[in-house]
Every structure is written in structure tokens, then in C-alpha cells.
């Protein structure tokens, strides 16, 4: 896993991509809009985390 | 006795049907069973639907099942029924390939525990079915993600039968199984039993106990029966509920299934948005969403418009899945293995989950918690509310999953999009009801409530389909 992100990260690797690297790619960039989407939710301190559902 | 002629009639049979026939000696169990396997031996190739046959240790059940029903001895309304499990539920001794291929070889030496409940009510297990690997954890592009191929719909083979849960849904709409398992983390259930016009049922997180099924995400999968009717599923989830010490998850609670103590409807207050049945859907569904709306209205319930509480739902799941998995799978992932995968994209999709930190996961932990907080309070106002379960018809089995372009002017309202994942994240209970045909291909509507209320679900369900007969059309399946 690192050395895959190592290689992708690498000067010129853009202009080569390959299938494999854009799917890694895309997996990348749709956990980065993922995780700014969920950033923008107001979350109070005090709100702990949903571990286990509580009916 | 003379050989009994098994036509469609039994194999699209209700359990409560076969049952009936069962108990007054029309056919005995191993007669029935011989003829199921016979047919999902044939048929279930033809779907991509099966993943391992049980004929012998189905036939030697159904044996036993028999000098029970000479006995007079009765388990429950299950004993004698065939019935499929999606084959991330272990069965002691078979192959559980959690339809991926690095699993292939895969043996377990105990009963998941739903199958060890369904054996103790007499049921037939016979066989396990396909799914798409790893029941989708890391995000798969095409439905050819899974180690038995596309899964096909009965209705149109050209199409994807929906998934995680496929074999379930394709075998028990093309009358392979009566009955069948299937699991849900974000939509497993629903979604094929929508496409492929059967009534599922995913149930409040915890009622039904995982243990001896796949993980994917803990905090999120929850295990529910496909069936021909809401009834049906009333009998399964009677048999599958309770409460289970093994499974951390387990909620304490068990589910008896009591129609008599269903409310009024007019003691009923269904939530809706009217977009989801015009705008929001393609457009050749929504003559049939607003039928089914008004099906739903003329049974005599209160109706209110309702928004969905604004949350981003679906990064919220696939956050959740996603660092939940890769923990899961961390092995699979570093030893280079999930490059085994079918599906390239999810494979990479599962790498990138070990990306997710510590912070990212707690966060969409904690909103979870708030989305929980939402719904609660969305259920003072509500006692259900009702959506169509898929906006589209089954996508063809060559088109990317990932696709759809995103409408060029934003909604007008949020409507109840996104009820699948919120659901989930709130752990709430639905039902998938089948509410008509577009182009051949089913569409259906959901029900979903508060937690621990399957049986108004159910009691809804019913009345819906004592309305239309949507769940009894039968696809064109050919022998």
C-alpha cells in the first residue's frame, strides 16, 4: 500500500497513468470528498460516537 | 402414492402455501426438495445465481423433516420449506467464498447462527447464493464484482439483479428458493429485492444475530429475510430474531410475530415527500410510485410531507464501511491478495480505506450519532415514512455502476433522498414492497420505521399487498 502511493506520488506519474493508478486514484479522491463533506457537519463537543445502536 | 406434478404454482408458492400442501400430504418434503434442487441446480447457472448446491445434506434433512410431519410432530410454518443463504453465512463443512475469489477455498467448521435457527425450525437449506465479493466493501464499479459473475435478473437477463445480496434476490424472484437470506450494510437487501420484485426486509440493527456472517462494517451489518411477501417475511425473521450473547451486536430483543396487535390505520401518520415520486424519479417510474402513493393513501392512513434530516449521508456510510473493512480485511489488503479481486476499482477502493485515520472514522462515528439524534426526533412527528425504495429500474449488467451524472439543476427539496444510507446509519428497520413495472422491470416502494417496529412493517406490508398483486407476478422464467 505505501509503496503504491509512493509510485503514484512520483514526478511524471500524471502524464502515465494507468488504469490501476486511476482507479486508486479515484478511490483517493472520493475519500477526500468524503471526508470534507462529513467535516462540514457542526458537531458539539460533547456528541460521542454512534458505536452501538441504542433503541 | 402417484408422483406429484410441481408447477410454477408451488415453486412461486408463499411458505404459508407449500406449508399448507406439506401438512395435508400433497407432496412430502423430500418429493418438494428433489424438485427445488432439480430447479436450482438448472436455472440458478443461468443467473449467476447459485454458488454451491446442497442437494445431498438438503435431501437428508428433508428425511428427517418428513418422519417428523408422520409424527405429527411441528417445529414451525418453516419446516419443509427450501431456502438459499447468501454465501457469506457459514454453513459447517461447505464452501463459504463470500463470493470473492481469495475466499474460494474457504471452510468453516460451524453454522452461521441464522442457519443453525432456520435448521432447528425444520427449514431446507439448498444452497448458497451468489453475492458480490465481500458484499461490496471498498465500492465496486461493475456488477461483474463477484466470483460467480454478474448476477442476472429473472426478468431481463440484460440486467443486474442489484446486489450485495444478488443470488438471494434473483433465485427467489425466478422461483429457485422460496425463501432466501440475504444481508444489509448499506442497502444489500433492498436494492435487489427491489430490482427484482421480491419483499425484503432489512431489520432494526441487532434484532438478528451476525454471527458466523462475514463482517463488513460491525457497527452496520445487519442480516434479514428476501421473500414472496411481507407475511413470508413476518415467518423468517419470527424464526431468525432474538437475542444472541455471541454477537456483540446483539440488541437483547426477539420479534414475535403478532398481527392482531397491528395498529389502526387511521392510528397511523406515514411520512412522504412528493418529490420522490415525480422529479426525484426517472421519469418512466413515477406513474407507478404515484400509484403506489395512492394505494398507500386510500388504506386509510394519516399522510404528512416530510424532509429528510440534511446530513451527508453517503460519505457517511462509505467513511464508516470504509475504515471498518479495511481493519477487517487488513490482511487481505497487505498481503497484495484483494488484488485477486474481480473488481479493480474496489479493490483499490479497500487499499484507500487503511488511509482513513483514527479522527476521520470517529468523526463520522459522532455524526452518526447525531443522525441517529434526527431520526428520533423526525418519529415524533411520523410513525413511518415511505419512499420509493430505488429511483431507477436494474441497470444493465455492462454499465458502470458509478456513472450517473448529477442532475444539472439542483432539487427543490432534499425529499427522502438518501433513505437507504440514513437508515442504516440510524439502524432503523425497512421493508421493500414491490409497487409495479416499468419496461418489464420491477419497482418498489419502502417502508422504513422506528426501531423494533417489523411488525406494524409487516402489518403495512400486508395491507399494501392485500391492495395490489405486484409481489405475485411471476418473471418469465423458462425450464
Known amino acids: ?55 | 402414492m402417484a408422483k406429484f406434478n410441481f408447477t410454477d404454482d408451488i415453486f412461486f408458492g408463499t411458505i404459508s402455501e407449500i406449508s399448507t400442501a406439506l401438512r395435508t400430504k400433497e407432496f412430502s418434503t423430500v418429493e418438494l426438495t428433489h424438485a427445488f434442487c432439480d430447479r436450482l441446480e438448472k436455472l440458478g447457472p443461468r443467473y449467476n445465481a447459485l454458488a454451491l448446491s446442497l442437494r445431498d445434506t438438503a435431501l437428508k434433512k428433508a428425511k428427517e423433516v418428513d418422519r417428523e410431519f408422520k409424527l405429527d410432530r411441528v417445529r414451525s410454518p418453516l419446516q419443509g420449506i427450501p431456502y438459499g443463504a447468501k454465501d457469506l453465512l457459514a454453513v459447517k463443512g461447505k464452501a463459504t467464498t463470500w463470493g470473492a475469489k481469495p475466499y474460494a477455498a474457504q471452510v468453516f467448521d460451524e453454522d452461521a447462527q441464522v442457519i443453525e435457527l432456520l435448521d432447528k425450525a425444520g427449514a431446507i437449506l439448498i444452497g448458497k447464493l451468489s453475492m458480490v465479493e465481500l458484499a461490496g466493501g471498498g465500492g465496486y464499479r461493475f456488477p461483474s464484482a463477484s466470483l460467480t459473475g454478474p448476477c442476472l435478473n429473472p426478468w431481463d437477463r440484460t440486467r443486474w439483479s442489484g446486489g450485495s445480496s444478488s443470488g438471494p434476490g434473483s433465485a427467489t424472484a425466478a422461483g429457485l428458493v422460496t425463501f432466501s437470506i440475504g444481508s444489509e450494510t448499506s442497502g444489500s437487501i433492498l436494492s435487489p429485492s427491489a430490482y427484482c420484485g421480491i419483499t425484503g426486509l432489512r431489520p432494526t440493527y441487532g434484532l438478528v444475530s451476525r454471527r458466523g456472517a462475514m463482517a463488513l462494517s460491525w457497527t452496520l451489518d445487519k442480516i434479514g429475510p428476501m421473500c414472496r411477501s411481507a407475511e413470508d417475511c413476518a415467518l423468517v425473521l419470527s424464526v431468525i430474531a432474538g437475542v444472541d450473547y455471541e454477537d456483540p451486536g446483539s440488541a437483547g430483543k426477539s420479534f414475535h410475530y403478532a398481527p392482531q396487535y397491528a395498529r389502526k390505520p387511521d392510528e397511523i401518520t406515514i411520512g412522504y415527500a412528493p418529490i420522490d415520486f415525480d422529479e426525484s424519479a426517472e421519469p418512466s417510474t413515477r406513474a407507478g410510485f404515484q400509484e403506489a402513493l395512492k394505494v398507500v393513501k386510500s388504506l386509510g392512513m394519516n399522510t404528512k410531507e416530510v424532509e429528510i434530516p440534511d446530513f451527508p449521508y453517503g460519505p457517511l456510510v462509505s467513511t464508516i464501511i470504509g475504515a471498518e473493512a479495511a481493519s477487517i480485511f487488513e490482511d487481505l489488503i497487505r498481503s497484495g491478495k484483494v488484488d485477486e479481486l474481480a473488481d479493480h476499482r474496489q479493490a483499490q477502493g479497500l487499499k484507500t480505506g487503511l488511509d482513513i485515520s483514527a479522527t476521520d472514522y470517529l468523526r463520522a462515528m459522532r455524526v452518526c450519532a447525531l443522525v441517529q439524534q434526527a431520526f428520533k426526533d423526525l418519529f415524533l412527528n411520523v410513525d413511518f415514512l415511505l419512499a420509493p425504495t430505488k429511483l431507477t429500474i436494474a441497470s444493465k449488467i455492462t454499465d458502470a455502476l458509478d456513472g450517473g451524472a448529477a442532475p444539472a439543476t439542483p432539487p427543490k427539496s432534499r425529499g427522502l433522498s438518501g433513505l437507504i444510507p440514513a437508515g442504516n446509519l440510524a439502524g432503523l428497520p425497512a421493508i421493500s414492497l414491490p409497487c409495479g413495472f416499468t419496461a418489464g422491470l420491477p419497482i418498489a416502494i419502502s417502508v422504513v420505521g422506528r426501531p423494533f417496529y417489523e411488525n406494524h412493517l409487516i402489518a403495512i406490508g400486508k395491507a399494501f399487498q392485500s391492495h395490489t398483486d405486484w409481489h405475485r407476478r411471476r418473471p418469465p422464467v423458462t425450464q
Request: glycine letters at 2%; aromatic letters at 2%; a positive charge.
Open chain 1, 1 to 55: 500500500m505505501l509503496a503504491i502511493a509512493a509510485a503514484a506520488q512520483q514526478p511524471g506519474a500524471a502524464q502515465t497513468v494507468t488504469p490501476a493508478n486511476a482507479d486508486l486514484e479515484s478511490a483517493r479522491d472520493l475519500l477526500r470528498t468524503n471526508l470534507q463533506q462529513i467535516a462540514k457537519v457542526k458537531l458539539p463537543m460533547a456528541t460521542e460516537p454512534a458505536c452501538h445502536f441504542k433503541a
